[in-house]
């Protein structure tokens, strides 16, 4: 029984066999498993790579796209002229208007989401976008470093306001001397363009995507639109410890494929690159997970077929037989439905084609005929198949009647092409005759044998009526050539005679000083004279509006509106081209074929409408220095009176403050009340510069030495955020000037532009040697031709319209808030520069900056600086003094003045009054401080009377006006001094005592 149960030996071998089988089937599936995990691995890294090098040429591209479109854009002819013209010449609306027609075109085209046009310094001057605000930090780095390398630059990746990512390539416009004087901005929304093509795979993945990074201080910073974080362009970060991350090794320097785990923690391959051109990196990854997929698939089935393999042995024969038996049936369908589509496509074809076509086999027997030929013959297709071509295709000759040979059976015969002779009929089944041209081919199978004919005809009745009546035509045109010959001589003749008349009006166009030229209602040029073409150029086929004005379309206002209605036309125009002024005389003209052409008279007025112009700023000139020495006169007179009022305020708080004790509860209301009056006299003394009341000192100054001395005063009064830039000339020549007076200047016009830079800036101070010409001297009527020292100072602060330019020398007129300034500092530059025989002007425009040009005469000196006098503690003392002023107050203020310091005072109200007095008491008289303006009799007429009087007479001339008569012509005159209303009661002690002690 045990025996029985034993496996029999062939049994046994089967089975050790079969585990063998297993065995070796299993090792052979491991392996397969291992070696195709490698494989595949090896493939999916090389299509990453693939795709890696794909995508960072289509970035280089991309990038470089941008470079071109800038540089084309800023090296265009037409946007350079236009911006300069802009930039440097009056803010033409029209002109902006194109500029910004060319940048939204540019924008459109090229698909950018918005063109700007930037100042040197970064501002936006237009833009296609009304919405466009202040540029973003990475746009202006950009444009800061496209202005110092004079090149194209593209900004790093930045979010917009509206959330996208965007990029600018910016390129700076330069002038014909290489200077920057504008930069264009072309903005791309990378969201909408670079992240688009950065998110497409070629191929099918569930996890492949590319990432674009770039370095950003110790991180890695993600630059793109992720698969599985759609908000981490410019948002998420990695640091460049985490050396796992692939994004961090390529930025270290790792290239070429790499294994670790991604921003999500998921193990990944990847190819890491740089991109070129550029601070990028790419990362190409899928997840391994998605790469394994296919092997593990691969090595789940191997196993799948070791288990069943035993189970499926026997079946396997039949399966591969069953799949045997139905690729056979496969193919053998596939060749059945290609033959069918073939010969679908066959009847299609002949169906389609526009003469007559039949086909027989090889006995000539009609196997298919199309639609024509069953036309032509007058029978179908179904009643044709199968009959003799010769019962189907009957053709006679056309001459004799007599029947043609089939071509079909000379084919078969032969085994060529046969054609019909000419004249051949064929005959339909209704007995229709029709002329006919035909050809017949042989049908050949695979082995040149000839199995059938295919024959091809045509009917030609049309044909026939056609070139009858060509024949016809040909006939009655050679009756009318000879009936024209006459008719030619006459017109040759007439021709002659209209063409000499053309070129005698040509001969006096082309003479013509005027330009001539005449347009059609289409623009096009039909002709222009000597003179045109002189001023414009040769025409080159150029339509009028390319011609004159090198648009691409129809002027807005064109003058074919109007002159093509029958109604001339005139009006005058300043041409770009020619930097001429025309005056245009437009008329309608009829031509010999009805039409209407457009004649114009250009006469050049150039030369007129210039001297009208300079006769318009001349009397500009003349009204605006009419009304400044207007103003001039009545802050004299104004000033003249003040100062008499605000020497009694300011000589009482002075005297009451020497009586008061520091700690009377008064004493600071007198303080504030002698310092408002001095705040008082400080504002008159300005009004007194300004109207040229107040003499100045001249001494011969160098202006660079001064300049400099200023500065450290005006860098302790000027903000640090300024910044304070000297540009002084080496050759420029000493001065005539009152030092102090030009002090006054530079600080006046640095405080204006502090006003101007509450944000910070530069302020720039230049020196340098200028002449100035007979043409400048008839613009600026108030100058004259010579040699000056210029003054300039510049900031590059808020500005001024061209209205403020016109009242900012006037006194009191300012721009400040209420309690922020005077009115009075550039009114008191300008009456310095004024007294000094100099000239001011000013250029400013909103946003843009101020400058101020000063020009100082360079001349002799007309006197050395007199030495300050020193700071003396008043004294008294016990003379007499006569005190001659109208002013009851001021006497009576310089009376307890001299009088509480021991002083005998005796006064008078006017000089008549004044000699009287003198004649009486002359011998106790040690002094006379006198009034220049007075009643009766001046300060100037008694001072000379009594000189007469007495020529030893000790007087001290005391007035707030100068003009015409300043402390040196006083003097000259024998006055021992001078004293400037209002004053203060120790420079009146001071003076007084120094006279009555002088020899």
Not at 194 to 218: H, T, Y
Not at 439 to 463: H, W
Not at 525 to 530: A, D, F, H
Request: negative net charge.
């Amino acid at each position: 029984m045990e025996q029985d149960l034993k496996p029999s030996p062939s049994t046994s071998a089967w089975i050790g066999a079969l585990l063998l089988a297993v065995v070796i089937i299993v090792t052979g599936g491991y392996a397969y498993y291992l070696h195709e995990a490698q494989r595949i691995r090896h493939d999916k890294y090389e299509d990453i790579a693939t795709i890696a090098n794909l995508k960072a040429e289509q970035i280089e591209h991309w990038r470089h796209d941008r470079f071109q479109d800038v540089e084309r854009d800023v090296k265009s002819p037409f946007l350079k002229r236009a911006i300069e013209e802009w930039v440097h010449g009056p803010k033409s609306e029209a002109l902006k208007s194109r500029l910004k027609e060319f940048l939204g075109i540019e924008a459109q085209v090229r698909g950018y989401v918005d063109a700007l046009l930037l100042d040197p310094q970064g501002k936006i001057l237009m833009s296609t976008k009304p919405e466009s605000g202040e540029l973003n930090e990475a746009v202006k780095r950009a444009v800061d470093e496209s202005l110092t390398t004079r090149s194209a630059i593209l900004s790093e990746l930045y979010r917009a306001p509206d959330g996208d990512v965007h990029l600018d390539a910016v390129a700076p416009v330069l002038d014909s001397a290489g200077v920057p004087i504008a930069v264009v901005d072309l903005v791309t929304n990378s969201s909408a363009t670079l992240c688009e093509f950065l998110q497409s795979w070629p191929v099918p993945s569930s996890s492949a995507e590319i990432l674009l990074v770039r370095k950003d201080g110790a991180d890695v910073l993600f630059l793109n639109r992720l698969r599985f974080d759609p908000n981490a362009a410019l948002f998420l970060r990695i640091p460049l410890t985490d050396i796992s991350v692939p994004a961090v090794q390529v930025v270290l320097g790792k290239t070429g494929m790499f294994q670790g785990l991604d921003y999500r923690g998921v193990e990944v391959l990847a190819d890491l690159m740089p991109v070129h051109n550029s601070p990028w990196f790419i990362v190409a990854k899928v997840d391994t997970r998605e790469i394994l997929a296919e092997a593990r698939y691969r090595g789940e089935v191997t196993a799948f077929f070791v288990v069943v393999f035993i189970l499926l042995a026997s079946a396997m024969t039949a399966y591969f037989y069953r799949v045997r038996q139905t690729r056979l049936y496969r193919d053998l369908y596939r060749s059945e439905r290609e033959r069918f589509k073939a010969h679908e496509e066959f009847r299609t074809t002949l169906y389609s084609i526009g003469d007559a076509v039949i086909t027989t086999d090889h006995k000539g027997s009609v196997k298919v005929m199309n639609p024509v030929a069953e036309q032509l013959t007058g029978l179908s297709e179904s009643e044709a198949n199968g009959k003799p071509l010769e019962e189907v295709f009957c053709i006679i000759n056309e001459d004799s009647r007599e029947k043609v040979e089939n071509p079909a059976e000379r084919v078969l015969r032969e085994g060529i092409v046969v054609g019909l002779a000419n004249h051949t009929i064929l005959i339909s089944s209704d007995g229709a005759e029709r002329p006919i041209a035909d050809s017949g081919a042989p049908i050949r199978d695979k082995d040149g044998a000839v199995n059938g004919v295919v024959l091809v005809f045509r009917d030609q009745t049309q044909e026939r009526a056609a070139q009858k009546a060509l024949r016809e035509q040909h006939s009655e045109l050679q009756k009318s050539l000879k009936q024209a010959t006459f008719l030619s001589d006459l017109i040759e003749r007439s021709s002659k005679a209209l063409r000499l008349e053309k070129d005698k009006l040509k001969s006096i166009l082309d003479n013509m000083n005027d330009a001539v030229r005449i347009v059609n209602s289409g623009h096009e040029i039909e002709y222009i004279n000597r003179s045109m073409e002189a001023d414009f150029g040769p025409v080159s086929g150029r339509k009028c509006y390319e011609y004159f004005r090198d648009s691409l379309g129809p002027c807005e206002n064109c003058g074919n509106r109007v002159v093509f209605i029958e109604r001339p036309s005139h009006c005058e125009w300043l041409s770009e081209k020619t930097n001429k002024t025309y005056e245009i005389f437009d008329t309608p003209i009829q031509n010999a074929d009805g039409s209407i052409s457009r004649l114009a008279i250009f006469h050049d007025i150039t030369h007129r409408k210039i001297i009208e112009e300079e006769k318009e700023k001349l009397q500009a000139q003349l009204l605006q220095s009419q009304k400044m020495e207007a103003v001039g006169t009545l802050a004299g007179g104004i000033a003249h009176d003040f100062n008499n009022l605000l020497q009694v305020i300011l000589g009482y708080s002075e005297l009451m403050l020497q009586t008061r004790d520091p700690d009377n509860s008064d004493h600071g209301d007198l303080q504030k009340i002698y310092q408002s009056a001095r705040s008082g006299a400080e504002l008159v003394k300005r009004l007194m510069i300004f109207s040229r009341k107040i003499e100045p000192k001249f001494v011969n100054l160098d202006l660079n030495k001064h300049i400099i001395q200023t500065q450290k005063l005006l860098t302790r009064t000027i903000p640090k955020m300024i910044d304070i830039h000297l540009d002084l000339s080496d050759d420029i020549e000493q001065i005539n000037a009152d030092p102090t007076q030009v002090e006054q200047i530079l600080m006046n016009l640095a405080v204006n532009a502090r006003d101007a830079l509450p944000e910070g800036g530069r302020l720039n101070i230049a020196t340098k040697t200028a002449i100035l010409d007979e043409d400048y001297c008839k613009e600026h009527a108030e100058t004259k031709p010579g040699k000056y020292v210029s003054l300039t100072v510049t900031d590059t602060g808020k500005g001024m319209d061209k209205e403020t330019i016109k009242r900012i020398f006037e006194p009191f007129f300012t721009t400040k808030e209420l309690g922020r300034g005077t009115g009075l500092g550039l009114a008191v530059v300008y009456g310095i520069v004024q007294q000094h025989g100099g000239h001011i002007w000013c250029y400013s425009e909103p946003s843009r900056g101020t400058v101020f040009k000063i020009y100082f005469p360079s001349l002799v000196s007309r006197e050395e600086p007199e030495q300050k006098m020193a700071e003396l503690i008043p004294h008294g003392g016990t003379e007499t003094i006569l005190l001659v002023d109208d002013e009851e107050s001021v006497r009576s203020l310089a009376q307890t003045t001299l009088t509480r310091t021991g002083y005998t005072v005796l006064t008078a109200g006017n000089g008549e009054e004044a000699l009287s007095v003198y004649h009486e008491r002359s011998n106790e008289i040690a002094l006379v401080i006198l009034d220049l303006m007075m009643p009766k009799m001046g300060g100037t007429q008694c001072l000379k009377e009594l000189l007469k009087m007495n020529p030893a007479v000790k007087v001290v001339i005391a007035s707030g006006d100068s003009a015409g008569g300043g402390r040196e012509e006083y003097v000259g005159l024998g006055a021992k001094g001078f004293i400037e209303k209002p004053y203060e009661s120790r420079i009146l002690l001071n003076i007084v005592r120094s006279v009555l002690d002088s020899d």
